[in-house]
């Protein structure tokens, strides 16, 4: 039991890490990705279609990360370019995401008896690690985006603290200015750290759709990119934390869906599907202090001469 709890909670942390590092990037930049749910849903939609269309699980992962680059960009052409509402364009995204999603569903496949399936991707074993008692089997034996999600946690702590990128990123976010003024164009490292966050974020969608249930269905997502932002928030904007907060809601997350197939009453079923979604509000209120990058959400208007 305690082994599938383990290997569950890294599982559901997965997405949950990849949305919410890419949400530290794009954040430290002044730059917030409101339309994280809708990015997610488009992910999860585009790498079923591709890997179902194809029979290729790689070539859904890349059609993943590239619808999510595309929607990623045309939020920031509205927001860094256009100077418009970071949260009312996303609000609008978001809606429009979840009405493309069925819609293109429905075009490329009509409306099927039965759900439309893919086997979801293969769980690697890591030889001889995978043979410890307990944590072995759990650590040990995923899927390949689980590896993945582990591995960019330090690769994007160096990045961002120990590069000059890093610097750059961190820099635009605190003062912009200053950055301007070194002759960095502020308005290009902020939609380049916008069209990563996007690639990040298409492919933590289709963990839902290609490696967890090897399908899609509108409401697969279920407000999980609103719970990464808030790992980003409760993370203090850095990848350590997001590592950490990942963790817990990942657990909480593979708790609820243990208790649900197990067949416990004691609990009202509701209560566990609200688990994580309560457990992000209070984490959130037991916060005091945030270090908010200084420019997040305000527009870079270059002072003219």
Known sequence: MITGLLAGALQMSTPLMM????EVYAERTGVMIIAIEGI?????WGGFVAAYSTGSMVLGLLAAMAIGMATALVYGIFTVKLKQHQIVTGTAINIFAAGLGIFLY????????LPLTVDPLERIAVPGLSSIPVIGEALFHQNVLTYLAWALIPVGYWILYKTQL???LRSTGEN????????IKVETVRLGAVLAAGALDGLAGAFYSLGFLGMYTNDIIGGRGWIAFAICFLGNWNPMG???GALVFGLADAMAIQLQTSGVTLVPNEFLIAMPYILTIVATVARKRFNV?????VPYEKERR
């Open 19 to 22: 949305g919410a590092l890419a």
């Open 106 to 113: 429905r075009v490329f496949f009509g409306v099927p008896l």
């Open 176 to 183: 912009p200015e200053a950055v301007d003024a070194a002759g």
């Open 293 to 297: 990058p200084t420019t997040l959400g």
């Open 166 to 168: 890093g610097l750059i």
């Open 242 to 244: 997001v590592l950490v």
């Open 40 to 44: 997610f849903l488009l992910g999860a």
